[in-house]
């Protein structure tokens, strides 16, 4: 049915779900707080953020390599602590974390 909705709108077919993921997305660069995206994540009609996070919010592995490099700019408490972290001791830990997570461990 939804097909047939493009096609009748004279729009190609895009999968609902490419529209999640890009609200996703987004919601990840506007949302400041925990509490905002939970209020996001519940307009995308899921009851828990992790639905949200992991059905929807792979971040890709270029952008992921940016964000943890900004760590070290981060300013206060924070910021003093990333900034002392070994990036080689990092890097393991979190070679180690994602063979933990993804059960190959």
Same mark, same amino acid.
């Given at each position: 049915?939804? %097909?047939?909705?493009? &096609?009748?709108?004279?729009?190609?077919?895009?999968? *609902? =779900?490419?529209?999640?993921?890009?609200?996703?997305? +987004?919601?990840?660069?506007?949302?400041?707080?925990?509490?905002?995206?939970?209020?996001?994540?519940?307009?995308?009609?899921?009851? %828990?953020?992790?639905? &949200?996070?992991?059905?929807?919010?792979?971040?890709? *592995? =270029?952008?992921?390599?940016?964000?943890?490099?900004? +760590?070290?700019?981060?300013?206060?408490?924070?910021?003093?602590?990333?900034?002392?972290?070994?990036?080689?001791?990092?890097?393991?830990?979190?070679?180690?974390?994602?063979?933990?997570?993804?059960?190959?461990?």
């Amino acid at each position: 049915m939804t %097909r047939k909705a493009f &096609t009748a709108a004279g729009l190609p077919y895009f999968n *609902p =779900h490419s529209l999640r993921d890009t609200l996703v997305q +987004l919601g990840e660069q506007v949302c400041t707080t925990p509490e905002q995206f939970k209020a996001w994540s519940q307009n995308l009609g899921h009851e %828990r953020v992790m639905t &949200t996070l992991t059905s929807y919010g792979t971040v890709a *592995p =270029h952008r992921q390599a940016e964000l943890i490099r900004g +760590l070290g700019a981060a300013k206060g408490a924070a910021g003093r602590f990333a900034s002392g972290v070994d990036p080689a001791f990092a890097a393991q830990f979190m070679a180690m974390m994602q063979n933990v997570v993804g059960g190959q461990s």
